[in-house]
């Protein structure tokens, strides 16, 4: 139970001057104790503890500052303002605390994720990988950078891939000294060896950590090297992660392979995803190791996930999802379940992009306008089914613009709000690209 404040006790922000009501206690941890208030909506406040103000005497200008730029993106649980005690408002220096959103119940912890406590779907791991790229990025793009980006920061919703990101205060100017250097097994191997301070460059190694872990449910560098250390102490933490780092995938070095007692998992999971993922991991967790200029950026992740969550599709037999590699056909043409060979499956080839068609699928401004890059807000396309015969689907034009369609030597045009069946080798022209149905796994 919390020990900072007491259900009841009276709060004000101090810069907007709204009272808040203690509710409950949330949760704790090394700074100070999280709890839920009533002002004039919900929100949450962190309350620090004593000590740990004494010891971080930076803290309240840091929080000044992210107030005063602003969160960076709707999924940052950010400071909105500094907290304090009602009945003891000149002692600001010695108590007090910050006012963030609230986190809504549906947002489980990536730590229960690690756990197997949520059992997401692939095309929401995916979701959530590209949300955590876009906001590291529009936090990077303010000249911030995040310091300890780590299990215990990031929660999502299992159904939507929505995420949140907290703990906020450890974020600072970029290259700007702080007391937290980061969290274990986290850390980019240079912070590790203490030749470096945390920066957007470490950022990105401790993205592309989390985004290995969300993918493929292991460490990077926990293989056999890490199954032969009796006492796994401080000495061989430096060694593993620091001194003599080694992708479990290396392609040139295989000294630090899964264990296959330990580590089945991504044993499992490393050969179901596409080659051009597991290209992005190479790099990061080999060049990426040594030379922090190497690492993949923010903007190669988003264009990656979005790809892959586009080359999604589901079993006919089993309704298992699969990837499919456009780049290996052969090698994603049997369902990795129930082992059954996979059915034809259309899908729309636009430019570069090439789009697997399911019942749930739906097209954004992005898939149709190579200027638009990364625009989700509404969808512009969806897949309905006939009305007659559900083994028939077509896209359903939700924009403003209307469509040119040729199919079967026939042209023709689709209005807003109407759709046509898709048939291999039909054309459409979305406005400023034209989009071909294609077949894959053809029988």
């Avoid at 930076?58 to 602003?70: H, Q």
């Avoid at 209307?402 to 026939?410: I, L, M, R, Y």
């Amino acid at each position: 139970m919390g020990q900072l404040l007491k259900p009841g006790q009276k709060l004000l922000m101090n810069n907007s001057r709204i009272a808040c009501t203690v509710e409950e206690f949330i949760g704790g941890g090394g700074q100070g104790e999280v709890y839920k208030v009533i002002g004039d909506q919900n929100y949450a406040v962190k309350w620090y503890f004593p000590e740990y103000l004494r010891e971080d005497t930076d803290l309240k200008r840091r929080i000044e500052t992210l107030i005063n730029y602003g969160a960076p993106d709707e999924n940052f649980l950010w400071p909105l303002d500094l907290m304090i005690s009602a009945e003891e408002q000149e002692e600001t220096e010695k108590s007090f605390g910050y006012v963030m959103l609230l986190r809504q119940q549906r947002f489980k912890s990536f730590k229960d994720f690690i756990n197997v406590k949520v059992h997401p779907k692939f095309r929401t791991l995916a979701s959530i990988g590209y949300e955590l790229a876009r906001s590291f990025l529009d936090l990077h793009a303010k000249g911030l950078s995040y310091k300890d980006i780590n299990f215990g920061n990031v929660f999502f919703d299992p159904d939507t891939g929505e995420i949140r990101i907290c703990d906020n205060d450890n974020v600072d100017e970029d290259k700007a000294p702080g007391t937290i250097i980061g969290t274990p097994k986290f850390m980019a191997p240079e912070i590790v060896r203490g030749e470096a301070g945390p920066s957007s460059y470490t950022d990105l190694y401790s993205l592309a950590v989390l985004l290995f872990y969300l993918l493929m449910a292991n460490h990077p560098l926990e293989g056999n090297l890490d199954s032969k250390i009796q006492c796994f102490d401080l000495e061989e933490q430096q060694k593993l992660y620091g001194e003599h780092p080694v992708f479990i995938y290396d392609p040139e070095d295989d000294s630090n392979r899964p264990d296959p007692e330990r580590h089945k998992n991504v044993i499992r999971l490393w050969d179901f995803y596409p080659r051009f993922i597991r290209k992005l991991f190479e790099q990061a967790f080999t060049t990426g190791l040594t030379n922090p200029e190497s690492r993949i950026r923010e903007s190669e992740w988003k264009n990656a996930l979005i790809r892959l969550k586009d080359s999604i599709h589901y079993c006919s037999n089993c309704s298992e999802e699969i990837i499919h590699d456009f780049e290996n056909s052969d090698e994603t043409s049997v369902c990795w379940f129930c082992k059954k060979p996979l059915a034809s499956q259309m899908y729309l080839e636009i430019g570069s992009q090439k789009i697997i068609i399911n019942h749930d699928t739906e097209l954004f401004l992005h898939h149709v306008d190579k200027d638009q890059q990364f625009e989700f807000s509404e969808p512009i396309a969806k897949v309905v089914r006939h009305p007659n015969d559900p083994s028939r689907s077509g896209f359903r034009n939700l924009s403003d613009s209307e469509w040119k369609v040729a199919a079967s030597g026939k042209e023709f045009t689709i209005e807003k709000g109407r759709a046509t069946v898709l048939v291999p080798d039909m054309e459409i022209n979305f406005g400023k690209q034209t989009g071909t149905i294609k077949v894959l796994n053809k029988e």
